[in-house]
């Protein structure tokens, strides 16, 4: 079945560093999603990006969807202490004519002040 | 606040036991989405309904079982808990859910389930 790793699990920055988490998966995706959940929070969508080679900015947060459409990343510049969180990815994939999404494990991401 | 809400918010239970999960989901969304969040096992697509019908299955065990009312609420039940069910359930909706033009899924805030 579809997997999708995600890279690292977790990132310890300084205020002001960037971070960045890597989503790879096994197999072609028709869409990638990602999301952001806070400490004790649920999953807050943050974006989708559906085009090979997409790229979408929001503020200081980045996102990529690689050529082949089986890699993805989001990079945040100058972090914030706003920016804690675990940072997921979803992978899409069409299954019998449905759409299947496969989470990957997440990037915990602590900001030191 | 997504908009949508599950019931209870938290449930202590015993091995063997059944619990049944409720959701509502945002006003004029169609779909829902149930998952199971565990540390060892992450975020996991269970089931979608759409309309009150099965659209999408995903790692869902045969004790687990769904079904959408037509006024749109969701239930999961789980039956024959074990141990090992002990995680965050999150129901999701969004409008349509329709294949390979995934919409934006708005998550609950999950119920808390304890297996003892």
């Known amino acids: 079945g579809q997997q999708v790793m995600q890279i690292p699990q977790y990132q310890h920055v300084q205020e002001g560093e960037d971070f960045t988490t890597y989503c790879n998966s096994s197999?072609?995706?028709?869409?990638i999603q990602w999301y952001k959940q806070r400490p004790g929070g649920h999953p807050v969508f943050l974006i989708q990006?559906?085009?090979?080679?997409e790229v979408k900015k929001q503020k200081r947060l980045t996102f990529q969807f690689g050529e082949a459409k089986k890699n993805s990343s989001l990079h945040i510049t100058a972090t914030q202490t706003t920016d804690v969180g675990t940072y997921f990815c979803?992978?899409?994939?069409?299954?019998?004519?449905?759409?299947?999404?496969?989470f990957g494990r997440g990037t915990s991401l602590i900001v030191h002040p | 606040d997504s908009g949508v809400t599950q019931t209870p918010k938290h449930l202590i239970t015993a091995t063997g036991q059944r619990v049944t999960l409720r959701c509502s989901p945002r006003s004029g969304d169609l779909s829902v989405y149930w998952y199971q969040q565990s540390l060892d096992q992450g975020l996991q697509f269970l089931i979608q309904?759409?309309?009150?019908?099965?659209?999408a299955k995903g790692n869902i065990l045969e004790r687990f079982s769904a079904q959408q009312f037509p006024d749109l609420h969701s239930e999961l039940n789980l039956s024959s808990l074990e141990l090992g069910d002990s995680a965050l359930y999150f129901c999701?909706?969004?409008?349509?859910?329709?294949?390979?033009?995934?919409?934006?899924?708005?998550f609950g805030p999950g119920t808390r389930l304890l297996v003892l």
């Open positions: 309904y759409y309309n009150g019908e099965e659209r």
């Open positions: 197999t072609t995706l028709s869409n």
């Open positions: 979803a992978g899409g994939q069409l299954s019998g004519g449905s759409y299947i999404p496969t």
């Open positions: 999701a909706s969004s409008v349509v859910g329709l294949a390979g033009n995934q919409e934006t899924q708005y």
């Open positions: 990006l559906v085009k090979s080679g």
